[in-house]
């Protein structure tokens, strides 16, 4: 059973390599297949970590993003996004639309979108309820940076630069703002 299975495998194969891949027209060897560049990628999957600065104090900022490309520049860019300073620190999930200006090696580019922000805030109180506020706010979130598009077929690293700002209710202590800067790389699939 081995051999015919073996013989019938031997068979099968060399039959295969025995037909070309593209039929050819022999009067002047041009492919009758035309072949067509490969679009570019449309989807990216980044990290990023950096600086926040917000209310005065400064901290870290840490984040994952997924960018997906529509076409003529414009993106949609959903992010996770972790910031810490001081006691305090956020939690957010946004969705921003980023519209790229495509250059030879670099594309900078201008983004916004709104997320959902979970905030803890820890202050010096015996009251646990005062010591410790939590809350979920929308958010708003304005940027820009640049990409570097050159460093490799597989990444690019960039440099990211965002406003974001949290609105609370008067209750709340009011709005909460700052900037985040920060640099990342991001994995072209």
Known sequence: MKKIFFIFLVIFVTNNFSYSQFKSDFQNNTPVIEQKKVPGTKIGLGIHTGFAFIE?????????????????????TPQVNY??????????????????????????????????NFLSIKKESTDPVIANQNSTNFGLDLGG???????????????DGKYRLQIKSVEDG???????LTGGIKFLL
Do not use: C, H, M
Request: aromatic share 12%; glycine share 12%; net charge negative.
């Open 56 to 76: 005065s104090s400064t901290g870290f900022d840490i984040g994952v993003l997924a960018d997906l490309k529509l076409g003529s520049g414009v993106a949609i």
């Open 83 to 116: 910031w810490k300073v001081d006691k305090d620190n956020n939690f957010e999930l946004s969705a921003l639309l980023r519209y790229n200006f495509d250059l030879p090696d670099v594309s900078p580019y201008v983004d916004g979108g709104l997320g959902i």
């Open 145 to 159: 940076g640049v990409e570097f598009q050159k460093v490799s077929k597989n990444f690019n690293l960039f440099i």
């Open 174 to 180: 009011g709005n909460l703002s700052g900037f985040t």
